[in-house]
């Protein structure tokens, strides 16, 4: 099987971890009581349930726009550095033509996220611990990917 340079680009481009993230954290997210639900599990094997308070915050992907270029268009960057652009390129991709609506926030310019100033210190730590460990399977994930997994 050949390898997909966009399939491989896309697992890493921000705008698509950031909204699999949201999508992820918005499951123990009640926004009627703003509280977030997480379950943590012991060395035992044992679940508990730790709950920490929310706050809307400016969505991180499209920094409270409501839209981003489509990842699927660039998947990291279309032109950075100015010399890949061409007339047509740049006309269309700095025009918005290839924007979406957000795929973390919806188009709502805001995410729940974790209020870290009235948050309990010890269900802060489980939690930032869980994040820690998310994000080093995630990054045992892409490197699989990357020697083809």
């Known amino acids: 099987m050949a390898f997909d340079w966009n399939a491989y680009n896309s697992h890493g481009d921000s705008r698509v ?45 499209c920094k409270g726009r409501g839209t981003h270029t489509n990842p699927a268009i660039d998947a990291g960057g279309y032109c950075d550095d100015g010399d890949d652009c061409d007339e ?27 209020d870290r100033h009235m948050a309990d210190s010890d269900t802060l730590k489980f939690w930032d611990k869980k994040c820690e460990d998310d994000e080093e399977f995630e990054a045992i994930c892409r490197a699989e990917r990357r020697m083809g997994a």
């Open 17 to 61: 971890i950031n909204a699999r993230k949201q999508r992820e954290f918005d499951a123990g997210v009640d926004t009627r009581s703003m509280t977030f639900t997480f379950v943590r599990e012991t060395e035992n094997g044992e679940e508990t349930s730790y709950t920490l308070p929310l706050t809307m915050e400016v969505c991180p992907t």
């Open 88 to 114: 047509y390129g740049e006309n269309r991709y700095f025009s918005g033509f290839y924007d979406m609506v957000c795929q973390t926030c919806h188009g709502r310019n805001v995410v729940a996220g974790i």
